[in-house]
């Protein structure tokens, strides 16, 4: 007997609100062990995670009370489900950039619109003007690697343009089929030129 569909999506958004709950837990261990002098790539030896990871980790459980945590694990998107990771390293820029104040304004829009990461990052840049996150890219030592890495970087690209084209002809939305098809056309040609 399967599950219904509001059985199943109360269950999903459990376990996105455990593993948040978790990771904040697992920043407060990290905050705890770097004040006994532990660094982060001691503590990446035992946990899955890299120490990139780990450091979004702490900034999480440094910027986030429990009760910002709390109400971030309370809060429903139209579609049912809480915020998940994917929207916390752009809501700790927000703070980061801004204030806390303006981190929790665009949190509740983002659960109120049921915005995507996609999109909360959209409306970041357009009323902040700053990315949310990522580092800084850096000129790589060996440049044929780095030539390498580009390529496969637009390869990646022009393969979600195929999705979204496809999508879009399945949909007979002619404006997003054709921008994404010369898109992927563009994208087709750059990589043959980087190989």
């Known amino acids: 007997m ?3 569909p509001d059985k199943s999506r109360k269950a999903k958004a459990d376990r996105m609100v455990q593993r ?4 904040h837990a697992l920043g407060k261990q990290i905050l705890r062990a770097q004040h006994r002098g532990k660094s982060i790539a001691d503590l990446s ?3 899955p995670y890299s120490e990139h990871t780990l450091r979004k980790i702490r900034a999480f459980a440094e910027h986030f009370t429990d009760a910002d945590l709390e109400m971030l694990c309370r809060g429903r998107r139209p579609n049912g489900l809480p915020l998940h990771w994917g929207y916390i390293p752009i809501l700790l820029g927000i703070e980061t950039k801004r204030s ?3 981190r929790k304004r665009f949190q509740r829009e ?6 995507s990461v996609a ?4 409306v970041v840049r357009q009323e902040i003007g700053f990315k949310g996150h990522g580092r800084t890219i850096g000129v790589p030592e060996d440049l044929e690697a780095g030539l390498q890495d580009l390529g496969e970087s637009v ?11 496809h999508a879009a ?10 921008i994404t098809r010369n898109l992927a056309s563009m994208l087709s040609r750059a990589v043959i030129t980087l190989k």
């Open 45 to 47: 030896e035992k946990h």
């Open 169 to 178: 002809q399945s949909k007979g939305n002619r404006r997003v089929y054709s």
């Open 155 to 165: 390869d990646f690209l022009k393969r979600r343009c195929d999705v979204l084209m």
């Open 100 to 102: 806390k104040k303006d």
């Open 119 to 122: 999109q909360l990052r959209r």
């Open 20 to 23: 948040l709950c978790r990771q």
């Open 110 to 115: 983002a659960i109120k619109y049921g915005w």
């Open 2 to 4: 399967e599950a219904s």
